[in-house]
């Protein structure tokens, strides 16, 4: 698993890394270890899982990240720290979500800010690590840090579709309204689909322990 160099003298003794956190402490540096994973749902042979579009574009992370409403930090806060897993599926086929959404990076490619609100690797865990208790924090948000569901490609269902036509279900429950109005709470199973929807649907995920 890749892992990052520090931020330079400006964030001297932060480092980000594409492993997940641990147990928060004074919100000062990002934990290296890696935790146990569950891995995403597997495609069939006759029936590859999509990409085209889905992967995260490095350049431009600072900005999606000031577009969903969030700011870039020099760490992941403390104040708020809990996690919600996503799972997409595009008729009946799992998307991989990336590591490293809600992260900022420089020309080099080596981080420099990071969101409240992001990923650390490919396993659908969503990481909300907050310096300030108590905000709410949305699916929508997290999508627009990844850049995904942007309306800027006109055929439904592909990373780049507009939002409708999309439908997502919150612990095996499905949710009434706009997908991108889904509030994350701790240890929620999230199921976002377009077309048929996954039978059963999904109603928990086994996250690590200290997760």
């Not at 995403?40 to 992370?61: H, I, Y």
């Not at 799992?94 to 490619?109: C, L």
């Not at 994350?184 to 929807?197: N, Q, R, Y």
Request: negative net charge.
């Amino acid at each position: 698993m890749k892992k990052f160099i520090p931020f330079g003298a400006a964030l001297a003794g932060i480092a980000l890394s594409a492993a997940a956190c641990s147990a928060p402490t004074s919100g000062s540096a990002v934990s290296t270890s890696s935790p146990a994973t569950q891995p995403a749902p597997a495609a069939t042979a006759s029936a590859p899982a999509p990409s085209a579009g889905w992967g995260l574009a490095v350049q431009g992370g600072g900005d999606r990240i000031k577009a969903a409403g969030l700011d870039v930090l020099r760490a992941e806060g403390a104040a708020e720290h809990f996690h919600a897993h996503l799972d997409v599926l595009v008729d009946g086929k799992p998307v991989t979500v990336p590591a490293d959404i809600g992260f900022s990076f420089n020309s080099a490619g080596q981080p420099n800010g990071i969101s409240a609100l992001h990923s650390h690797d490919e396993t659908g865990i969503i990481h909300i690590e907050a310096p300030t208790a108590g905000v709410t924090y949305t699916l929508g948000q997290f999508l627009t840090e990844w850049g995904v569901l942007d309306g800027t490609d006109a055929n439904p269902g592909t990373a780049h579709s507009a939002q409708d036509g999309w439908k997502v279900a919150v612990n095996g429950v499905p949710h009434d309204g706009k997908i991108s109005d889904v509030v994350l709470k701790a240890h929620d199973e999230i199921v976002l689909f377009h077309g048929a929807a996954p039978s059963p649907l999904p109603a928990s995920f086994t996250f690590p322990s200290g997760l």
